[in-house]
């Protein structure tokens, strides 16, 4: 029997006029990723979009798994069609749950009209439906306050579909519905979720990674390499932007005072991550800053780095513990990666005693030594862009 799946779209409803934009966004993003598993065909239809199966061997599980984690959907059903009609509904809910039902320790049938044409009722279509099923399967009792299995029965425009219990989608809305940004993206723990999380909102992210070759290593690029690829999950195909950081680098170490290197090297990033914007046309940076983890990440600091460019910078994990971004980074899979122990260029270059309560003043004064528009330049220039994921 073939089945299909029906994704029931979240936030992207109360868009109002742009609705269509977002579903149209939507259904090439799913379009995109369920390409792999075969054949099938996508269309939207009154805030669900449906994927029917177009060639026999459809990846279906492979279809399903994707589809959890693309943004804008905000649940999951394998379903069944049948005609508009009552005892076609009971034989596609007994042919496609049966097995289910004959296992359960109870059930009942919930039923959606959104066809107003048809003439039964939602409340009729359960009872009928849910009658004829207590029927064939006398020994499985219905409980209509805590079933075991609750068999959904749903008339819509084209036809009326079966199915079990819904699993959640990933929320949010659909990848580059909402713009683009650049995200820092270190081998860390934080990155990758604030990553994660502004692509929730809709965003399209081009991942910017500054690398400090050979002061970190190639094991920490391939680090952040997958870690790219893991987040492609979520954000769709993506290259990881690698710049090379070293000259910079070694430029701060030799002309600067050591208290201010972090600082001056993270406002490098800033004006390089911001012109990589400008070629981009994203409209913001992100970055997995959390106030108070380190010594760069005091409110006056952030002033200081943030002050070279004009782009506003996203900083989802902010008011975060730690603890609740370690949560967020297991379940979307980063976690293991980003524990891996390769070295990141800023632990290389830390100083001993760095300057958390900086002004900008006096940073600004320590930088004059360095010629900061041809290093910006080079390093933009020196850039590769590695595809990750799929
Ligand atoms: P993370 O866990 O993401 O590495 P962190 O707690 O180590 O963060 P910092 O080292 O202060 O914090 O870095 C703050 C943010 O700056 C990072 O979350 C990331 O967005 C960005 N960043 C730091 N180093 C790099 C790098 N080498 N390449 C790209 N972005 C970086
Ligand atoms: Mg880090």
Same mark, same amino acid.
């Given at each position: 029997?073939e ?10 409803v ?5 609705r269509?934009?977002f ?13 792999r ?6 269309y ?48 596609a809910?007994?042919?496609?749950l ?13 039923s959606?009209?959104?066809d107003?044409?048809?003439p039964m ?7 009928y ?7 064939a399967y ?5 409980? @209509?306050?805590?079933?075991? +299995? ?6 819509r425009?084209? #036809?009326?579909? &079966?199915?079990?219990?819904? !699993?959640p ?10 713009g683009?940004a ?8 934080d990155?990758?979720?604030s ?26 690029k391939?680090?952040?390499?997958e870690?790219?690829?893991l ?7 993506m290259?990881v932007?690698?710049?090379?950081f ?9 002309k600067?005072?050591?208290?201010y290197?972090?600082?001056?090297m ?12 400008d ?6 940076l @992100?970055?997995?800053?959390? +106030?108070?983890?380190v ?5 006056? #600091?952030?002033? &200081?780095?943030?002050a070279p !460019?004009?782009l506003?910078v ?5 008011g975060?513990?730690k603890e ?5 980074a ?8 980003s524990?891996?122990?390769?070295e ?6 830390t ?11 006096e ?6 030594v ?5 290093l910006?330049t ?13």
């Amino acid at each position: 029997m073939e089945d299909m799946l029906l994704l029931k779209l979240g936030e992207i409803v109360l868009k109002g006029l742009n609705r269509k934009q977002f579903e149209m966004k939507l259904m090439g993003n799913v379009t995109r990723r369920l390409r792999r598993f075969g054949k099938c065909k996508c269309y939207c239809i009154q805030s669900t979009l449906y994927v029917e199966p177009q060639e026999d061997g459809f990846d279906m599980d492979g279809a399903m798994e994707a589809v959890r984690y693309i943004f804008g959907i905000a649940s999951i059903s394998r379903a069944i069609a049948c005609e508009k009609d009552k005892d076609a509904m009971v034989e596609a809910a007994k042919n496609y749950l049966g097995d289910a039902l004959s296992r359960a320790a109870s059930f009942k049938v919930e039923s959606r009209r959104s066809d107003k044409r048809f003439p039964m009722t939602s409340i009729e279509i359960s009872q009928y439906v849910g009658g004829e099923l207590s029927e064939a399967y006398p020994q499985v009792p219905v409980d @209509v306050h805590n079933p075991d +299995l609750t068999i959904h029965v749903e008339v819509r425009d084209l #036809a009326a579909y &079966v199915h079990g219990p819904a !699993i959640p989608g990933a929320g949010g809305l659909p990848v580059g519905s909402n713009g683009r940004a650049i995200s820092l993206l270190s081998g860390g723990i934080d990155s990758p979720v604030s990553t994660y999380m502004i692509a929730k909102r809709g965003i399209s992210i081009y991942p910017v990674h500054f690398f400090s070759f050979p002061y970190t290593s190639e094991l920490a690029k391939q680090k952040v390499l997958e870690l790219g690829g893991l987040l492609t999950k979520y954000c769709g195909r993506m290259s990881v932007i690698v710049v090379p950081f070293t000259h910079i680098q070694e430029e701060i170490r030799e002309k600067c005072p050591e208290e201010y290197f972090t600082l001056i090297m993270r406002r490098f990033m800033m004006r390089i991550a911001q012109q990589l914007a400008d070629m981009h046309d994203a409209h913001a940076l @992100v970055t997995g800053e959390n +106030l108070g983890q380190v010594a760069s990440q005091t409110m006056e #600091a952030m002033a &200081v780095t943030q002050a070279p !460019i004009r782009l506003p910078v996203l900083q989802p994990l902010m008011g975060m513990d730690k603890e609740e971004i370690v949560t967020i980074a297991r379940r979307i899979g980063t976690f293991e990666t980003s524990i891996l122990p390769y070295e990141d260029c800023c632990t290389v270059f830390t100083p001993r005693h760095p300057k958390t309560r900086p002004t900008l003043q006096e940073i600004e004064e320590a930088e004059q030594v360095l010629e900061v528009d041809a290093l910006v330049t080079e390093a933009v220039a020196g850039i590769e862009r590695i595809k990750v994921g799929e």
